[in-house]
């Protein structure tokens, strides 16, 4: 067997009693951390927490040398773990595919998502939110500015009145941890589309204190939100308690909220 498990959002303590159970009963548990991590917690800190040992697996060691995975589960027991949904990334499914070419049973212990938070958090109905993009840094692309990419999804999702769940890059080498900061977003943005459009920071989803803030693209910019990970929310049209609910849980200016009031 083959258990996909979500840590949750934030520490040792997100992750569901379901998936804690699936932990503690599996014979090997891998975990890897370049989609996303748990940052108010380490692996070691979930290894205390839960009384299990893990195998961390970079990205080559899940796509491209996926056995050791696949044969602990072939052979018990086994646990793949990540921060969030583990299904929110298509290499977690090739993972599933491979194991189910091999006739290896599989099953999925939900964890929330950024997603979920995104909208819980701002008040902004779930099933408003069009397609998602993900806004690297610079270096990441390999040239100036936000890529064509970016730019476009949010205005075809702001056409449909649609709002848009920007995910924040994330690098990770041997030796250094960079987190691209809601105010980063916020600059580039401004800069290489409309400084003026209303968008919302979410820091720190899942942890104790999270904020959520509204504004102008041009006065969230370089604005510091504090610790990672950070999410942007570009507004689309609104129903009223959404209005509402940006203006009492973000502080977005009245005036900025109206205008998208459908």
Request: hydrophobic share 40%; net charge negative.
């Amino acid at each position: 067997m083959l258990t996909f498990v979500g840590l949750g959002l934030y520490d040792e303590r997100s992750i569901t009693l379901q998936g804690r159970d699936a932990l503690q009963a599996a014979d090997r548990v891998f975990a890897e951390r370049y989609t996303s991590r748990l940052v108010g917690a380490s692996l070691e800190d979930v290894e205390v927490a839960h009384d299990v040992e893990i195998e961390p697996r970079t990205r080559e060691g899940v796509e491209q040398d996926p056995e050791p995975i696949l044969t602990a589960a072939e052979n018990g027991d086994a646990v793949f773990c990540t921060a969030g949904d583990p299904m929110i990334s298509t290499t977690h499914v090739d993972l599933r595919l491979r194991a189910h070419e091999r006739g290896i049973d599989t099953r999925i212990v939900h964890g929330t998502t950024a997603a979920a938070a995104a909208s819980s958090l701002t008040g902004l109905q779930n099933y408003r939110f069009g397609k998602a993009t993900t806004l690297p840094f610079e270096s990441s692309h390999g040239g100036d500015g936000v890529p064509d990419s970016v730019i476009e999804t949010i205005e075809a999702n702001r056409e449909r009145g649609l709002h848009t769940l920007v995910f924040l890059d994330i690098k990770v080498d041997d030796d250094r941890e960079d987190y691209m900061t809601g105010g980063e977003a916020a600059s580039l943005l401004a800069a290489n589309w409309n400084g003026t459009a209303p968008a919302v920071v979410v820091a720190r989803a899942g942890s104790p204190e999270p904020l959520v803030r509204g504004d102008r693209l041009e006065e969230l910019a370089g604005t510091d939100f504090g610790d990672p990970l950070h999410l942007l929310v570009i507004p689309g049209k609104l129903h009223y308690v959404e209005r509402d609910a940006l203006v009492e849980l973000a502080g977005l200016p009245a005036e900025a909220a109206e205008r998208l009031l459908v």
